[in-house]
């Protein structure tokens, strides 16, 4: 495999400074995965924690190449070049990035499924510490999402669910320091199959539906991979992924959306109303949007300081729900 990174210069024998994130340590702080920088020996946390310093070391330095200090991870990455891979072509995340690129179909990555089982694990910890039974203005996260589907047409809770928290989590962590955008619909999975088309070869296509069920961690780390190339997910009642890198080709002229929001919501309001399918649209402002019958039915709000800088574009009146980080906004109409 030839190593896509032109940075390789830039890599120093480093031991790393600290045994834990430096910044988290000094503010007493707790993270979820560590990144090491191959430059000077800072560590750093994850995209997966909250305060993501591994990226902020870059972003304030320079520094391009990072690796992490996982056990059982051998894999480097190139901010400046955005290139993923093993420097000994040993395997794990990085072949699994290859697979994900090549121009056949891949299978889900098994190298994601401790890590994301392990990240889920921490963060629902995190949510029972964020918010203390009975504490003010509080509620278990689950129960805001039940809110969503009490406003949807069709709903399938034990399966929207799970999409739902999928695209916040996309929305969150983005890629190793970059935001994300994406697009999920769920329900009536035939109907939005024939309103669309593929944009290149169907990276889950010929694997059983277990395998593509969107509570298996092997797939839910595949699909945060797959997010960063074009198209939609379309997931069925049933919970499975029946297709990934959708073009939607629905086009609903009496689709009305607010100011600001592009092509990927407008597809995702279009097919909401063409069929009866629900669009879960994450934009690149790390704002998850929920689409039914055409119009803006819920937005959520993957971090609470996000309220000041963006705009709700939920026509009011609307009803507020917070639960640790987030925030759930759901039309009362």
Request: aromatic letters at 6%.
């Amino acid at each position: 495999m030839a190593i896509a990174c032109e940075h390789l210069d830039q890599i120093r024998e480093v031991t790393p400074r600290t045994e834990g994130c430096e910044e988290c340590l000094a503010a007493g702080e707790e993270w979820v995965h560590l990144r090491l920088c191959l430059s000077c020996g800072h560590v750093g946390c994850c995209d997966d924690s909250r305060n993501k310093h591994a990226t902020s070391h870059f972003q304030s330095t320079g520094h391009p190449i990072i690796k992490s200090l996982e056990s059982g991870e051998d894999w480097h990455w190139c901010y400046l070049d955005e290139a993923l891979f093993s420097p000994e072509g040993s395997g794990g995340e990085a072949d699994a990035q290859d697979e994900l690129t090549a121009d056949h179909p891949a299978p889900p990555a098994t190298a994601f499924a401790a890590k994301e089982t392990a990240r889920r694990d921490l963060l629902s910890k995190g949510r029972e510490m964020s918010h203390p039974e009975g504490s003010k203005n509080s509620t278990d996260i689950k129960s805001m999402f039940r809110t969503i589907c009490g406003k949807v047409r069709h709903c399938n809770r034990e399966n929207l669910e799970p999409v739902i928290e999928l695209a916040v989590e996309i929305a969150r962590e983005g890629r190793e320091g970059r935001r994300i955008g994406t697009l999920f619909t769920f329900g009536d999975a035939e109907a939005v199959l024939e309103r669309s088309r593929p944009l290149i070869l169907d990276p889950l296509a010929g694997h059983s539906d277990e395998a593509r069920s969107i509570r298996d961690p092997n797939l839910r780390g595949t699909i945060k991979e797959l997010a960063q190339l074009d198209g939609a997910f379309v997931v069925s009642d049933e919970g499975v992924v029946v297709s990934a890198c959708r073009y939607l080709d629905a086009a609903a002229s009496d689709v009305t959306l607010p100011y600001g929001m592009g092509s990927r919501h407008l597809a995702g309001g279009s097919i909401s109303q063409v069929t009866n399918a629900i669009a879960i649209v994450v934009s690149e402002s790390s704002m998850v949007r929920v689409f039914d019958d055409g119009k803006l039915i819920a937005e959520i709000i993957p971090e609470l300081w996000l309220m000041d800088r963006y705009q709700v574009q939920l026509r009011a009146p609307y009803r507020e729900e917070r639960a640790g980080d987030l925030a759930v906004l759901v039309t009362k109409s």
